[in-house]
Protein backbone atom coordinates (compact mmCIF):
# COMPACT_ATOMS: atom_id res chain seq x y z
CA UNK A 1 0.00 0.00 0.00
CA UNK A 2 1.05 3.49 -0.91
CA UNK A 3 2.02 5.42 2.27
CA UNK A 4 4.11 7.96 4.51
CA UNK A 5 6.20 6.46 7.45
CA UNK A 6 7.38 8.72 10.28
CA UNK A 7 8.89 6.13 12.59
CA UNK A 8 9.33 9.13 15.41
CA UNK A 9 6.47 9.81 17.67
CA UNK A 10 8.42 12.23 19.91
CA UNK A 11 11.94 13.64 19.84
CA UNK A 12 13.89 16.28 22.27
CA UNK A 13 16.57 17.62 21.54
CA UNK A 14 18.58 20.43 23.56
CA UNK A 15 18.62 23.89 21.98
CA UNK A 16 21.42 24.52 19.93
CA UNK A 17 22.21 20.74 18.89
CA UNK A 18 21.29 19.44 15.73
CA UNK A 19 18.00 17.40 14.30
CA UNK A 20 17.13 14.73 12.06
CA UNK A 21 13.64 13.85 11.23
CA UNK A 22 13.08 10.72 9.61
CA UNK A 23 10.67 9.67 6.68
CA UNK A 24 10.23 6.79 4.37
CA UNK A 25 7.70 6.42 1.53
CA UNK A 26 6.09 3.52 -0.31
CA UNK A 27 5.06 4.34 -3.73
CA UNK A 28 6.17 2.58 -7.04
CA UNK A 29 7.65 5.98 -8.63
CA UNK A 30 9.13 8.77 -6.98
CA UNK A 31 6.51 11.06 -5.52
CA UNK A 32 6.64 14.58 -5.24
CA UNK A 33 7.60 15.17 -1.54
CA UNK A 34 6.97 17.59 1.65
CA UNK A 35 7.65 18.50 5.35
CA UNK A 36 5.39 20.78 7.03
CA UNK A 37 5.21 21.93 10.27
CA UNK A 38 2.16 22.74 12.66
CA UNK A 39 1.88 24.53 15.86
CA UNK A 40 -0.94 23.68 18.08
CA UNK A 41 -3.99 24.54 17.15
CA UNK A 42 -2.81 25.76 13.81
CA UNK A 43 -2.76 24.83 10.19
CA UNK A 44 -0.42 23.32 8.63
CA UNK A 45 3.31 25.44 6.80
CA UNK A 46 5.34 24.23 4.08
CA UNK A 47 8.68 24.19 5.03
CA UNK A 48 10.06 22.85 2.03
CA UNK A 49 9.19 20.61 -1.38
CA UNK A 50 11.00 18.25 -3.76
CA UNK A 51 9.83 17.64 -7.07
CA UNK A 52 13.02 16.36 -9.05
CA UNK A 53 16.43 17.39 -9.50
CA UNK A 54 19.19 17.89 -6.95
CA UNK A 55 18.44 15.75 -3.68
CA UNK A 56 19.78 18.18 -1.31
CA UNK A 57 16.44 20.71 -0.98
CA UNK A 58 16.63 24.06 1.30
CA UNK A 59 13.64 25.22 3.19
CA UNK A 60 12.56 28.06 5.57
CA UNK A 61 13.58 28.31 8.96
CA UNK A 62 16.83 26.95 8.07
CA UNK A 63 15.80 23.48 7.72
CA UNK A 64 16.94 21.00 4.48
CA UNK A 65 16.15 17.57 3.53
CA UNK A 66 17.76 15.19 1.60
CA UNK A 67 16.25 12.52 -0.86
CA UNK A 68 17.40 9.38 -0.88
CA UNK A 69 16.15 7.14 -3.98
CA UNK A 70 17.96 3.87 -2.44
CA UNK A 71 16.27 4.22 0.73
CA UNK A 72 12.97 5.87 -0.15
CA UNK A 73 13.79 8.55 2.21
CA UNK A 74 13.51 12.18 2.44
CA UNK A 75 14.51 13.29 6.19
CA UNK A 76 14.52 16.86 7.03
CA UNK A 77 17.36 18.19 9.39
CA UNK A 78 18.34 21.13 11.24
CA UNK A 79 22.11 22.34 12.37
CA UNK A 80 21.56 23.84 15.81
CA UNK A 81 17.97 23.77 17.39
CA UNK A 82 16.17 26.98 18.48
CA UNK A 83 13.13 26.73 21.07
CA UNK A 84 10.96 28.06 18.36
CA UNK A 85 11.05 25.20 16.53
CA UNK A 86 9.14 23.27 19.22
CA UNK A 87 5.91 21.84 16.85
CA UNK A 88 4.43 18.50 15.09
CA UNK A 89 6.26 18.04 11.97
CA UNK A 90 4.44 15.97 8.83
CA UNK A 91 6.26 14.55 6.07
CA UNK A 92 4.03 14.72 3.12
CA UNK A 93 4.13 12.16 -0.40
CA UNK A 94 2.12 13.21 -3.68
CA UNK A 95 2.53 10.83 -6.82
CA UNK A 96 1.87 13.17 -9.43
CA UNK A 97 -2.06 14.16 -10.52
CA UNK A 98 -2.94 12.50 -7.34
CA UNK A 99 -3.47 13.62 -3.30
CA UNK A 100 -1.38 14.83 -0.86
CA UNK A 101 -0.85 11.89 1.99
CA UNK A 102 0.80 12.28 5.18
CA UNK A 103 2.71 10.65 7.51
CA UNK A 104 1.70 10.66 11.21
CA UNK A 105 3.58 13.16 12.58
CA UNK A 106 6.90 13.38 14.60
CA UNK A 107 6.44 15.69 17.67
CA UNK A 108 9.54 18.14 18.66
CA UNK A 109 10.51 19.20 21.92
CA UNK A 110 13.54 21.48 22.62
CA UNK A 111 14.89 21.67 25.87
CA UNK A 112 17.11 24.45 27.53
CA UNK B 1 -1.27 38.28 -1.14
CA UNK B 2 -4.05 36.26 1.46
CA UNK B 3 -3.37 32.90 2.16
CA UNK B 4 -6.26 30.30 2.43
CA UNK B 5 -8.90 31.52 4.56
CA UNK B 6 -11.09 29.31 6.38
CA UNK B 7 -14.56 30.17 8.24
CA UNK B 8 -15.55 29.83 10.56
CA UNK B 9 -12.22 29.46 13.24
CA UNK B 10 -14.72 26.89 15.61
CA UNK B 11 -17.88 25.68 15.58
CA UNK B 12 -19.83 23.39 18.32
CA UNK B 13 -22.71 21.25 16.83
CA UNK B 14 -24.63 18.57 18.51
CA UNK B 15 -25.11 15.14 17.06
CA UNK B 16 -27.71 14.62 14.44
CA UNK B 17 -27.01 18.47 13.14
CA UNK B 18 -25.41 19.83 9.63
CA UNK B 19 -22.40 21.66 9.07
CA UNK B 20 -20.80 23.95 6.38
CA UNK B 21 -17.07 24.95 6.39
CA UNK B 22 -15.88 27.86 3.73
CA UNK B 23 -12.48 28.11 1.77
CA UNK B 24 -11.48 30.99 0.08
CA UNK B 25 -7.81 29.37 -1.81
CA UNK B 26 -4.78 31.46 -2.36
CA UNK B 27 -4.60 33.96 -5.52
CA UNK B 28 -3.59 31.70 -8.32
CA UNK B 29 -4.44 28.38 -7.15
CA UNK B 30 -7.09 26.47 -8.73
CA UNK B 31 -7.45 23.35 -6.81
CA UNK B 32 -9.06 22.82 -3.05
CA UNK B 33 -8.37 19.99 -1.36
CA UNK B 34 -9.92 18.95 2.50
CA UNK B 35 -8.47 16.96 5.53
CA UNK B 36 -9.75 15.70 8.88
CA UNK B 37 -7.36 15.98 11.60
CA UNK B 38 -8.38 13.76 14.43
CA UNK B 39 -6.49 15.11 17.61
CA UNK B 40 -3.13 13.60 17.65
CA UNK B 41 -3.09 12.47 13.86
CA UNK B 42 -2.05 13.37 11.01
CA UNK B 43 -4.37 14.96 8.23
CA UNK B 44 -6.58 12.39 6.28
CA UNK B 45 -7.63 12.96 2.61
CA UNK B 46 -11.39 13.92 2.50
CA UNK B 47 -11.75 15.21 -1.04
CA UNK B 48 -10.24 17.24 -3.94
CA UNK B 49 -11.97 19.83 -6.15
CA UNK B 50 -11.35 21.18 -9.47
CA UNK B 51 -12.93 23.13 -12.21
CA UNK B 52 -16.19 22.27 -10.10
CA UNK B 53 -15.34 19.11 -9.87
CA UNK B 54 -14.56 16.45 -7.36
CA UNK B 55 -11.97 15.26 -8.76
CA UNK B 56 -10.28 12.49 -6.00
CA UNK B 57 -11.59 10.95 -2.74
CA UNK B 58 -10.66 9.58 0.25
CA UNK B 59 -12.03 6.88 2.61
CA UNK B 60 -15.03 9.21 3.54
CA UNK B 61 -19.05 8.24 3.82
CA UNK B 62 -21.16 10.27 1.71
CA UNK B 63 -21.99 12.18 4.24
CA UNK B 64 -18.92 14.39 3.38
CA UNK B 65 -19.93 16.34 0.53
CA UNK B 66 -18.52 19.35 -1.05
CA UNK B 67 -18.68 21.81 -3.76
CA UNK B 68 -16.31 24.32 -5.54
CA UNK B 69 -17.32 27.91 -7.20
CA UNK B 70 -16.51 29.58 -10.03
CA UNK B 71 -14.46 31.33 -8.18
CA UNK B 72 -12.61 28.60 -6.93
CA UNK B 73 -13.65 28.85 -3.54
CA UNK B 74 -15.27 25.62 -1.42
CA UNK B 75 -17.36 24.45 0.79
CA UNK B 76 -17.19 21.74 2.80
CA UNK B 77 -20.81 20.03 4.01
CA UNK B 78 -21.54 17.30 6.79
CA UNK B 79 -24.64 16.17 7.32
CA UNK B 80 -25.87 13.89 10.26
CA UNK B 81 -22.66 15.04 12.22
CA UNK B 82 -21.41 12.22 14.98
CA UNK B 83 -19.22 12.59 17.86
CA UNK B 84 -16.26 11.18 15.60
CA UNK B 85 -16.75 13.82 13.40
CA UNK B 86 -15.19 16.17 15.91
CA UNK B 87 -11.41 17.24 14.65
CA UNK B 88 -9.85 20.21 12.69
CA UNK B 89 -10.89 20.52 9.24
CA UNK B 90 -7.94 21.83 7.01
CA UNK B 91 -8.57 23.58 3.47
CA UNK B 92 -5.64 23.32 1.06
CA UNK B 93 -5.12 24.69 -1.94
CA UNK B 94 -2.74 24.75 -5.25
CA UNK B 95 -2.10 24.62 -8.50
CA UNK B 96 0.07 22.30 -10.93
CA UNK B 97 3.59 21.91 -9.75
CA UNK B 98 3.25 23.65 -6.30
CA UNK B 99 2.79 22.52 -2.67
CA UNK B 100 -0.85 22.73 -1.14
CA UNK B 101 -0.95 26.17 0.74
CA UNK B 102 -3.27 25.08 3.91
CA UNK B 103 -5.82 27.84 5.45
CA UNK B 104 -5.60 27.48 9.60
CA UNK B 105 -8.25 25.18 10.00
CA UNK B 106 -11.99 24.87 11.81
CA UNK B 107 -11.92 23.34 14.51
CA UNK B 108 -15.39 21.82 14.98
CA UNK B 109 -16.62 20.19 17.83
CA UNK B 110 -19.95 17.54 18.00
CA UNK B 111 -21.47 17.32 21.23
Known amino acids: AQSVTQPDIHITVSEGASLELRCNYSYGATPYLFWYVQSPGQGLQLLLK??????LVQGIKGFEAEFKRSQSSFNLRKPSVHWSDAAEYFC??????????FGAGTILRVKS | DAGVTQSPTHLIKTRGQQVTLRCSPKSGHDTVSWYQQALGQGPQFIFQ???????QRGNFPDRFSGHQFPNYSSELNVNALLLGDSALYLC??????????FGSGTRLTVV
Open chain 1, 92 to 101: AARPPRNKLV
Open chain 2, 92 to 101: ASSRPRSGYT
Open chain 2, 49 to 55: YYEEEER
Open chain 1, 50 to 55: YFSGDT
